[in-house]
């Protein structure tokens, strides 16, 4: 009989073992050590030397029919370089965390799950966290664990959930739903921003036609005038066009400039705390959009709460967790206040219908679930509600939207158009 050493993980709990078992061969071996309900991933022989000897490049067959290197080696974890932006955008990370609770709920545990989505993610930054995250846990700790050691990829939100899982016992049905959240959630913020898209595209194309007007075609017209008026005076409305032309062309890099620092400072003071708070009231009040954003953050709102909430989050927890991935500042300070008063022993809709940002409709459906129980189920019909209601606004907004851009877009350029056709009038007249 020879003494093998082995790392093997538990088909119960995923977790990792080690240890050290006497067998004929590797293959009995891993029979062996299946039949105690664990599943091997190296085994190596045991010798009396430091190091052991390492049966290599020699297989033992899985019962699902997979291949286990036998290698005693360990595995060496990557250094994670220095990034610019975002490892994964919200869409690739969704699709992780599908994939992640189908085959956590199909029975596999967390860290071959883990190891099976490494091998095919083509990302090889991320890559590198889904290896680490195998490595944190064949090392003993949990899978939240490893997460936390990844802000920049998981947020509070994700950390939470997958925390609230485990202590319950319920993981794949928590990655299921937190699945099921993002989707709805990048779902509706694709439609805020398609909704968006037009207006800024529209202004785009219209200031570049102005822009090509004012520096080629109207210095051209100039030279016109002066020499068939020969001195006689323009209109008003002309001299004004031809002014801001002239600037334009004889001061285009200031231009520029002048519009790219305008827009670097509205960005930085948009970023601090007084600027945040005022663009924020400003996306809430606005005739037309403001509806928009305001339904968003409703159904933001109550989404995350009720999927915390069913995921067996605590409600104070919850609330901070919702506070801080709100999107609005004024919801943020609604939900502080909710917050405090419940940590107080109130219940949360008599604070929220306080605050005077949420509708009477949402605090009343909150106000029901208290009552009856089902806090959670409320809070995700409400999101529901207000997930079709975006889908209206967007539809109304945009039908609004298509209008007032080609009226915007005749007063300009027809207010060029008339300042040029003024002296071909008067040139007429005179000539007449």
């Not at 099921?180 to 207006?199: D, H, L, N, Q, W």
């Not at 109550?302 to 609005?328: F, M």
Request: net charge positive; no cysteine.
């Amino acid at each position: 009989m020879t003494k093998f050493t082995y790392s093997a993980i538990e088909s119960a709990s995923g977790k990792e073992k080690k240890g050290v078992i006497e067998s004929a061969s590797p293959e009995q071996a891993s029979a062996e050590l299946k039949a105690m309900g664990l599943i091997p991933t190296s085994i190596a022989v045991e010798v009396s030397s430091t190091k052991p000897v390492v049966v290599a490049k020699k297989e033992i067959k899985k019962e699902a029919g997979s291949p286990v290197k036998v290698d005693a080696k360990p595995v060496k974890k990557k250094k994670q370089g220095i990034t610019f932006g975002r490892i994964i955008n919200n869409q690739a990370l969704t699709v992780f965390t599908r994939q992640l609770a189908t085959l956590v709920n199909a029975g596999m545990p967390i860290m071959r799950s883990l190891e099976t989505l490494s091998r095919q993610e083509k990302n090889l930054l991320f890559k590198e966290v889904i290896e680490s995250l195998v490595e944190n846990i064949r090392s003993g700790g949990n899978f939240s664990d490893g997460l936390l050691q990844h802000p920049k990829v998981f947020d509070r939100l994700y950390i939470n959930m997958v925390k609230a899982g485990e202590a319950g016992g319920v993981l794949g049905t928590t990655l299921d739903r937190l699945s099921r959240f993002m989707e709805k959630s990048e779902k509706i913020k694709g439609k805020v921003k398609a909704a968006m898209t037009y207006p800024v595209i529209i202004v785009f194309v219209a200031v570049a036609i102005v822009g090509a007007l004012m520096v080629f075609v109207i210095p051209q017209f100039e030279k016109i005038f002066a020499g068939m008026l020969k001195g006689q005076s323009m209109p008003a409305l002309t001299l004004g066009v031809l002014a801001v032309s002239n600037f334009i062309k004889n001061h285009i890099i200031i231009t520029v400039g002048v519009g790219a620092v305008a827009y670097f400072a509205f960005k930085a003071w948009h970023k601090t705390p007084k600027g945040t708070r005022v663009v924020d009231w400003l996306l809430l009040k606005s005739p037309g959009v403001g509806p928009l954003f305001l339904k968003s953050s409703i159904s933001r709102f109550t989404r995350t709460l009720g999927t915390l909430l069913a995921s067996g989050v605590p409600i104070l927890q919850a609330l901070l967790i919702t506070r801080d991935t709100s999107g609005n500042v004024h919801v943020s300070d609604a939900l502080n206040l909710v917050h405090d008063r419940v940590k107080e022993g109130d219940n949360v809709a008599r604070p929220l219908d306080s605050t005077g940002v949420f509708p009477p409709m949402v605090t009343s459906m909150i106000e029901v679930g208290e009552e009856t129980g089902a806090l959670p189920e409320m809070l995700n019909r409400v999101a529901d509600t207000y997930d079709d209601e975006v889908d209206n606004s967007v539809a109304g907004l945009t039908s609004i939207i298509e209008p007032v851009m080609i009226v915007f877009m005749a007063v300009v350029v027809g207010t060029i158009v008339i300042a040029l056709f003024l002296p071909i009038v008067k040139i007429i007249q005179t000539l007449s």
